[in-house]
T-cell receptor, first 118, second 113 residues
Framework: GAVVSQHPSWVICKSGTSVKIECRSLDFQATTMFWYRQFPKQSLMLMATSNEGSKATYEQGVEKDKFLINHASLTLSTLTVTSAHPEDSSFYIC??????????????FGPGTRLTVL | QKEVEQNSGPLSVPEGAIASLNCTYSDRVSQSFFWYRQYSGKSPELIMSIYSNGDKEDGRFTAQLNKASQYVSLLIRDSQPSDSATYLCAVNLIYNQGGKLIFGQGTELSVKP
């Protein structure tokens, strides 16, 4: 099956610093990747859609200047949390869109990155 | 009305029983349907995808799709304690831009030994 990796799996940082999270599709090319955030006991919340070679599309209420997304290749998207604060502490999960066989269009999730901001 | 609805549960079944998870969706043009399993503290894992009406079986899992009634279900046969997780129903609209999935709130399943 399709494999998506994320790095790092967890990170602890000081308030005010920036953190970069990488999302890679390992065995397929993904022109589209998605970034989600999930707080404990809550549902997945889509933050943005990352498109290779173009600007990301952000969901309503998500600050594009705070959550910088770059999708420079067909297998890599990065999310940078700038000037992180304790309220940004969360579980960040990416997914990659696999448009494989005719008629199939599937998202595969990475293992997630747990961010703790002190 | 929410676009994708699931009972939040928890749904509790004894080990070996059939667990039945249901999901309804509001948009008739929806074309692709998915079930993901999410263990506590982990990311979602794809269990089943279904694109046409009827049943699709994969091991102990069967997905059922009825577009006329706008529902999709997941049956888990011979439920095991390891199946205890939150199950997410997701829908992909055919005219949706960029393949964004619409998720239900998830159904928590507990399989008791």
């Amino acid at each position: 099956g399709a494999v998506v990796s994320q790095h790092p799996s967890w990170v602890i940082c000081k308030s005010g610093t920036s953190v970069k999270i990488e999302c890679r599709s390992l065995d397929f090319q993904a022109t589209t990747m998605f970034w989600y955030r999930q707080f404990p006991k809550q549902s997945l919340m889509l933050m943005a859609t990352s498109n290779e070679g173009s600007k990301a599309t952000y969901e309503q209420g998500v600050e594009k200047d705070k959550f910088l997304i770059n999708h420079a290749s067909l297998t890599l998207s990065t999310l940078t949390v700038t000037s992180a604060h304790p309220e940004d502490s969360s579980f960040y999960i990416c997914s990659a869109r696999d448009q494989g066989l005719a008629g199939t269009d599937t998202q595969y999730f990475g293992p997630g990155t747990r961010l703790t901001v002190l | 009305q929410k676009e994708v609805e699931q009972n939040s549960g928890p749904l509790s079944v004894p080990e070996g029983a059939i667990a039945s998870l249901n999901c309804t969706y509001s948009d008739r043009v929806s074309q692709s349907f998915f079930w993901y399993r999410q263990y506590s503290g982990k990311s979602p894992e794809l269990i089943m995808s279904i694109y046409s009406n009827g049943d699709k079986e994969d091991g102990r899992f069967t997905a059922q799709l009825n577009k006329a009634s706008q529902y999709v279900s997941l049956l888990i046969r011979d439920s095991q304690p390891s199946d205890s997780a939150t199950y997410l129903c997701a829908v992909n609209l055919i005219y949706n831009q960029g393949g964004k999935l619409i998720f239900g709130q998830g159904t928590e399943l507990s399989v008791k030994p």
